[in-house]
């Protein structure tokens, strides 16, 4: 059975710092490309940041320089480490393997960064 079990988010102000952490169980975790996703009231799902098995990421230019994303391999955990948040920042924070099979998702945790 694979799980996403997201954790770390909270009610912040804006220049603060929050780590989300993410288990994962139930899939091959080194040799899968792993993402962090959010969606704001109102708007579409967003790709935030992406890690491929090798460590490379990407990120979107919104939280490029203040966004970090990282993962261990030996714990099966990925983490996002945001600093400098703003309210914009505020959504529901998803952990995703995307492209493994069809696609599994975390149930999400919400961050919410007041001005």
């Known amino acids: 059975q694979v799980q996403l079990v997201e954790s770390g988010g909270g009610l912040v102000q804006a220049g603060e710092t929050l780590r989300l952490s993410c288990a994962v169980s139930g899939i091959p975790f080194s040799g899968v490309t792993l993402a962090w996703y959010r969606q704001a009231p109102g708007m579409q799902r967003e790709l935030v940041a992406r890690?491929?098995?090798?460590?490379?990421?990407i990120y979107a230019d919104s939280v490029k320089g203040r966004f970090t994303i990282s993962r261990d391999n030996a714990a099966n955990m990925v983490f996002l480490q945001m600093n400098s948040l703003k309210p914009e920042d505020t959504a529901v924070y998803y952990c995703a393997a995307p492209n493994y099979d069809m696609g599994y998702w975390g149930k999400g945790t919400l961050v919410t960064v007041s001005s």
């Open positions: 890690i491929r098995p090798g460590g490379n990421t």
